[in-house]
């Protein structure tokens, strides 16, 4: 099956896909930056479900309906706060791509999109966390049935201009 990988610069609440992917924290407790951005546009189920769910551990993901978002779920992943590199970052961010993926699967969904994990104020350098969004995305897509296609959300055009140049979009 023919698999999609797309780059866009813009706001991830306004992206019309059956699932956006939130950068949440480890409550569940929504914040600022995309976190933000998704629990003001999408209304207050989210918030609702996610105080259901209760917490999410760092690396790990779990869906919420989308409230009044235009994408029909939320998927809530916790990236790793950046401290140097030496504290599984990169397994972290990957499995945060993995299991956002695994789980849109189990729902049959077909199109995802993914703002810059950890890119924040989490602080992940932006260039690596690329590198590991591209490659994780990439080899997981492979091995998914429903999942046809993940768009990239980029908020900045910094971000924009690497994901470009690793997915040789360019
Ligand atoms: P984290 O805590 O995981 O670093 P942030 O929300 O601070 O999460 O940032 C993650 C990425 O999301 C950053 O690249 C930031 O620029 C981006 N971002 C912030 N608001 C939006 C938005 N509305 N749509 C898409 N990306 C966004």
Redesign the pocket.
Known sequence: MNKVIEVIE??????QVDAIVN???EQLAG????????HR?GGPTIMAECREIGSCPTGQAVMTNGGKLPADKVIHT??P?WSGGNQKEAELLASCYRNSLILAEEYQLKRIAF??????????P?KEAARIAVQTVEDTLRNLDYVEEVVF????EE?ESIYKESLGHN
């Open positions: 813009g706001d991830i609440t306004t992206v950068a949440a924290n914040g600022g930056g995309v976190d933000g951005a998704i546009a916790v990236g706060v703002p810059n994990i950890s890119t924040g104020v989490y602080g992940y932006k959300v980029c908020f900045d971000n």
